[in-house]
Each structure stands twice: as C-alpha cells, then as structure tokens.
T-cell receptor, first 109, second 119 residues
Framework: RKEVEQDPGPFNVPEGATVAFNCTYSNSASQSFFWYRQDCRKEPKLLMS???SGNEDGRFTAQLNRASQYISLLIRDSKLSDSATYLC??????????FGAGTRLFVKA | GAVVSQHPSRVICKSGTSVKIECRSLDFQATTMFWYRQFPKQSLMLMAT?????????EQGVEKDKFLINHASLTLSTLTVTSAHPEDSSFYICSAREKWDTSGTYEQYFGPGTRLTVT
C-alpha cells in the first residue's frame, strides 16, 4: 500500500463548478499535511496547509480527518487557471515529505 | 517569500558522463535539503535528505554511489549523477526547508527543477 494515495484523475469540470479531491495516508503518526499545486513541467508550489480544524483560503477549503486518515481539498467556483495537478503531501514523524501521485484537474470554459 | 534556485535548468549529456546539479537557498539558511526525481506523469519521489555538514540519507532503492549529494553549506547542496545512463533522464527537483515558527512547523520551498536528458 502506498503511503499516500490520491483520487485517480483526471477531473474535467466546467468553469464555476465545485470539485473535491481526497487523499488517504497510511502512517497514523504523520504530523503535518499540505496541498501543493504543480503546473506542467514546473516545480510544486504550496497551495495550503491542512489544519486539524479545517481551514479555508478563498475558494479553497482543506479538511483533515485523523481518525480515518484522510485529507480533502474543495475548490469552489473553479477557474480556468485552476487547471493543474494537485499533490497531497504528508510530513511524517521522521520529517520526511511524502507526495501523493497527484490528481489532474482540467477546468474548461 | 523564500527562493530556491537550481542550476542548470536543463542539461543534455552523453551516456557515461557525470552531471552536477546545484541547489541554492537564496535568502534563507536551509539546514535540510531534499532531492526529488519526477518521471513523466508521476509524482515526486524523494531520493535523499541532506543536512548541512553531514552525510545524506538515501531512500531505499537509490544508489548513493551513483547519486552523490554534498550539502557543503547552509545555502548550497549539489547532486552529482555519476556515469549517467538514459534511464537516469528525469526531472530533478531540490527542496530546502526553513524553520517556520516557534512551534517547529517547517516551510518547504522547491527549486524550479533540472531536466536531465542522457543520450
């Protein structure tokens, strides 16, 4: 079993749609969680950290469920510019950063 | 925000030669740097973790004699791919970690990546 698993993609959605990604992790001792965004042939960039109480940043909402060991990312009112690969990232107790395989999102006009 | 640079951004080399990739943290001190490899349509795979002044810790399956990592200072780490072969062709990304706040939360910044093509 992979340490971090994400929804298989790609997701194809129209502009304005709401889309949600899920990610599960296997190490219950994982400490921190993040969502990164990666554009084609570019380095990943931090989108948002995921806090236990859930957090929101504009159109993006992240949730963490430690009991079920999953995190989620919700994007509301999708824009064309949201098209990218979204990477679920888990920081383990040994401070290793583990990336999920990523979920491709295509937002179409 | 913090910036991490990599050089070169793109390199083409012949099979059997060695290639060195530099990773620099430009405006912060990075006690820990990471090297990742990404094959097309796959996620980043951690190759090794290096702390300044000590030997790198390699992930399982990564040959330490083939991928030499030197973290000589708090702002510079290098990855040398020795005796490169076509299967080493990949996108190599470094990352540097900066301590974020007093709780010990870390912010991690990524370099722009180096695309290596071995012919």
């Amino acid at each position: 079993r992979k340490e971090v698993e994400q929804d298989p993609g790609p997701f194809n959605v129209p502009e304005g749609a709401t889309v949600a990604f899920n990610c599960t992790y296997s190490n219950s001792a994982s400490q921190s969680f993040f969502w990164y965004r990666q554009d084609c042939r570019k380095e990943p960039k931090l989108l948002m950290s995921v806090y236990s109480s859930g957090n929101e940043d504009g159109r993006f909402t992240a949730q963490l469920n430690r009991a079920s060991q999953y995190i989620s990312l919700l994007i509301r009112d999708s824009k064309l510019s949201d098209s990218a690969t979204y990477l679920c990232v888990v920081l383990t107790g040994g401070f290793k950063t583990i990336f999920g395989a990523g979920t491709r999102l295509f937002v179409k006009a | 925000g913090a910036v991490v640079s990599q050089h070169p951004s793109r390199v083409i080399c012949k099979s059997g030669t060695s290639v060195k990739i530099e990773c620099r943290s430009l405006d912060f001190q990075a006690t820990t740097m990471f090297w990742y490899r990404q094959f097309p349509k796959q996620s980043l795979m951690l190759m090794a973790t290096s702390n300044e002044g000590s030997k790198a810790t390699y992930e399982q399956g990564v040959e330490k004699d083939k991928f030499l990592i030197n973290h000589a200072s708090l702002t510079l780490s290098t990855l040398t791919v020795t005796s490169a072969h076509p299967e080493d062709s990949s996108f190599y990304i470094c990352s540097a970690r900066e301590k974020w706040d007093t709780s010990g939360t870390y912010e991690q910044y990524f370099g722009p990546g180096t695309r290596l093509t071995v012919t």
